[in-house]
């Protein structure tokens, strides 16, 4: 599952979270088209209810459609908690079963968590750390240069909490760590980082703005906490229908040129502009069922 689960889910534009202990909801979630789908045991589900969601999550996850598991990742709780290590011992089980691509490991603040994990986790197991507080951003390029992480995710919230901080809607002060997501990234060969969930899942406008931003600032991917964001999401982080028709002329320039440098409407195409082109095209074969992004 490793080369699928890591192609979809490197592409993947929304990323919906569902609470362990619904398993009816499972399969809902997966029916949305999101790209990726987080099944959490941690925020989402009861301290006293963590143990039995965990033991009950196993049959859950084997009547989930076959198709779909490269697209689902269980979030452990934190390390240090008392139910991490069981949480990935378990979540190792599903990898080596087939039944789920990885972890999101929340308040991800050492590269030496990443490295336990990776080796509890098995080489087919894909990564996904949440940078949820100062010590996790400290760590930020340590953390993405860690085995078998393939996304970093932003939890602005619990970030903004772990700093005393009190953002305004538009979260200005937040425009400099969501860079360092982004450079870090980039600098380990990282797909594009996952932004935070915008809580009030009935604030379409809240919402728009928020992915906008996301995309402006270099995030290709946002956290969704109700099936409704999941289509707005996908749509808004896609190319739209001009980007993929220029992204179209620039391979096909490319491809008459033999290669190299070549002028397109009097702009040079080089290395850079060709991997755009590449992105946006990829996208564009990516999207699922809900996702409307290149008829926009």
Request: with cysteine; proline share 6%.
């Amino acid at each position: 599952m490793s080369g699928p689960a890591n192609a979809t889910l490197a592409l993947a534009r929304a990323f919906l979270f569902v609470p362990a202990d619904r398993p009816e909801r499972h399969a809902r979630a997966l029916a949305t088209g999101a790209g990726g789908v987080i099944i959490d045991l941690e925020d989402a589900v009861a301290p006293a209810r963590k143990a039995e969601s965990r033991d009950a999550l196993g049959a859950s996850l084997a009547a989930l459609p076959v198709e779909g598991r490269g697209r689902l990742l269980v979030r452990v709780n934190a390390s240090g908690t008392p139910w991490h290590d069981d949480d990935c011992a378990r979540a190792a089980g599903w990898i080596a079963e087939g039944l789920i691509a990885g972890i999101v490991l929340p308040k991800a603040e050492h590269a030496d968590e990443l490295h336990r994990l990776a080796a509890t986790a098995g080489p087919k197991a894909v990564l996904v750390p949440l940078i949820e507080s100062a010590a996790g951003l400290a760590a930020l390029d340590a953390i993405a240069g860690a085995p078998q992480v393939l996304r970093l995710a932003f939890g602005h919230l619990d970030f903004q909490a772990d700093l005393g901080m009190a953002c305004d809607a538009d979260e200005a002060e937040l425009v400099p760590v969501r860079l360092a997501l982004v450079l870090a990234a980039r600098r380990a060969g990282l797909a594009t980082p996952i932004d935070g969930v915008s809580p009030d899942w009935r604030d379409a406008q809240r919402l728009a703005a928020d992915t906008a931003r996301a995309r402006r600032g270099g995030f290709g991917a946002k956290l969704c906490i109700h099936p409704e964001q999941v289509a707005p999401v996908q749509a808004a982080l896609g190319p739209t229908a001009d980007e993929v028709a220029w992204a179209h002329r620039v391979t096909e320039a490319v491809r008459a040129a033999g290669g190299g440098v070549v002028s397109l409407d009097g702009r040079m195409v080089d290395g850079p502009v060709v991997r755009l082109a590449e992105r946006w095209l990829a996208l564009a074969a990516s999207h699922g069922p809900g996702d409307s992004s290149v008829t926009h």
